[in-house]
């Protein structure tokens, strides 16, 4: 076989192993030193100590240094601390239960206020897992108590949660921003609107389907309801705070007054702060939100090492160059080459996570992007926003898992995955609307930081 043959076979290997179920980060690992010793191979081994005389060791060891030196990367650990904390600062608890009061009189106001609560969660952690699993919790005992469909309830939920890979401050726009060479500020302007209006549009399906069928979700009793004066003073009390620090975190890297690791330290402090306010700052809770920061942030800094291996070696063997002749060989016009990059990782993820889709897969369309005219920045969006689909389409939908991981016996599987189905097509319906009007995407970072020019 010629090496771009051999560069096929590790692909299609990885995605075999990732099925049956092998740890991503140290799956890469292992198959980038394997295939790069092949690649790297000089032959004349005639010592125990000629057998690591290979530059594969080198490219792992200059890989591992790049991730800890990277100054973008920093802001992963602050940033998933800041989630950490206001977590298990209850404020999350209290914002949910206060919106569900203000929003009574709106058809699912229950849903509603979950939703929302999501997506200001989202903002001040960036954690799928997290939102999915603290709403699944919090919001779906609530919601069944009520008298909500079970399905309804947990596709609410579920997308509801995965908004954390979309609105910044995402972890996943870190991570394509070091992928991609990209601005993260940049980035972090053009995912607001989309953020935002996807969020709309899963508010205004919920609005929607509940006035058709509001068996799907009761309306809450009048005794179960407090004073008006009593329900706003909860809202102001649990929802200010909370905002007062996403604008400030988010305002610092919009404005250019801080970089996004200066900023997430900010953020970092300030749910310190927070939990102090709220009384819930016990040593216990910092103690745990340190850990899970740890334990998250060493996954993602293995998982770039891995993904950097096996991504030198794929392309050292000719994996990208096959691939790049055969999209360009096909003489495609760009909105035909945006519709099948998009399909392809769509398709993606149904098998994979995000992750392995964002690392492995997207930069074999990055350098084709100059070729066919795509502004990178609309591209990233397009990908950040078809994202979402990795954790609402099965059999993998990450958020699903999240969610029967907590409630276990309450609901079966294939309910919550009847329940997202309609949330994916929102996401497809809102990647067709962005592409028909690029400014969702392009028109903040212009205004923030002038016309992009390649």
């Known amino acids: 076989m010629t090496n771009p043959e051999i560069a096929i076979v590790m692909l299609c290997l990885f995605i075999v192993l990732v099925l049956l179920g092998f740890p991503i980060a140290f799956t890469l690992l292992a198959m980038?030193?394997?295939?790069?010793?092949?690649?790297?191979?000089?032959g004349g081994i005639e010592t125990f100590s000629d057998i690591f005389n290979n530059n594969i060791f080198y490219l792992l060891n200059q890989n591992t240094y790049s991730?800890?030196?990277?100054?973008?990367?920093?802001?992963?650990?602050?940033?998933?601390?800041m989630g950490y904390v206001v977590e298990r600062a209850n404020i999350v608890s209290k914002l949910f239960f206060s919106l569900q009061m203000a929003a009574r009189n709106l058809p699912g106001s229950m849903a509603i206020a979950a939703l929302i609560t999501c997506a200001v969660f989202s903002t001040a952690s960036g954690i799928v897992g997290a939102v999915v699993t603290l709403m699944g919790l919090l919001a779906f005992p609530a919601m069944a108590t009520a008298g909500y469909n079970k399905e309804f309830a947990a596709g609410v939920i579920c997308a509801g949660g995965t908004l954390g890979i979309l609105i910044p401050p995402s972890i996943m726009l870190i991570v394509y921003a070091a992928i991609a060479e990209l601005s993260p500020l940049r980035l972090y302007a053009a995912a607001v609107f989309p953020g935002l209006i996807l969020a709309g549009l899963y508010i205004v399906y919920v609005i929607v389907r509940v006035y058709i069928n509001p068996a799907l979700a009761p309306k809450p009793r009048e005794e179960d309801v407090p004073p008006k004066a009593k329900i706003y003073m909860d809202?102001?009390?649990?929802?200010?705070?909370?905002?007062?620090?996403?604008?400030?975190?988010?305002?610092?890297?919009l404005g250019g007054l801080a970089t996004p690791a200066e900023a997430a330290a900010m953020g970092a402090l300030g749910g310190l702060v927070l939990a102090a306010i709220y009384r819930a700052l016990t040593w216990q809770k910092v103690k745990?939100?340190?850990?899970?920061?740890?334990?998250?942030?060493?996954?993602?800094?293995?998982?770039?090492v891995g993904s950097w291996t096996f991504a030198s070696i794929f392309s050292y063997l000719?994996?990208?160059?096959?691939i790049k002749d055969w999209v360009l060989g096909m003489d495609l016009e760009p909105w035909q080459f945006l519709v099948m990059a998009q399909m392809i990782i769509f398709f993606l993820g149904w098998p994979l996570e995000w992750s392995e889709i964002l690392i492995?897969?997207?930069?074999?369309?990055l350098p084709m992007l100059e070729t066919f005219g795509v502004n990178p920045y609309f591209f990233a969006m397009l990908v950040a926003l078809n994202l979402q689909t990795s954790f609402l389409?099965?059999?993998?939908?990450?958020?699903?898992?999240?969610?029967?991981?907590?409630?276990?016996?309450?609901?079966?599987?294939m309910e919550i995955f009847r329940g997202i189905m309609p949330y994916l097509g929102i996401v497809i319906f809102s990647m067709v609307l962005m592409y028909q009007f690029p400014g969702i995407a392009l028109w903040f970072p212009d205004y923030l930081f002038g016309v992009y020019i390649p």
């Not at 000719?318 to 096959?322: E, F, K, L, Y």
């Not at 492995?360 to 369309?365: G, K, N």
């Not at 389409?393 to 599987?413: C, F, H, N, W």
């Open 318 to 322: 000719g994996g990208h160059d096959i």
């Open 393 to 413: 389409t099965p059999p993998m939908a990450m958020s699903a898992y999240y969610l029967k991981g907590v409630l276990r016996d309450q609901i079966e599987l």
């Open 288 to 304: 745990e939100s340190v850990f899970l920061t740890a334990k998250a942030t060493a996954m993602v800094c293995w998982l770039f």
């Open 360 to 365: 492995i897969f997207v930069p074999i369309f």
């Open 67 to 81: 991730v800890m030196e990277n100054d973008t990367l920093v802001a992963i650990p602050l940033f998933l601390f």
């Open 235 to 253: 809202l102001l009390i649990s929802f200010v705070p909370l905002t007062v620090l996403i604008a400030l975190v988010l305002g610092s890297i």
């Open 32 to 42: 980038g030193v394997a295939f790069g010793y092949y690649a790297y191979y000089q």
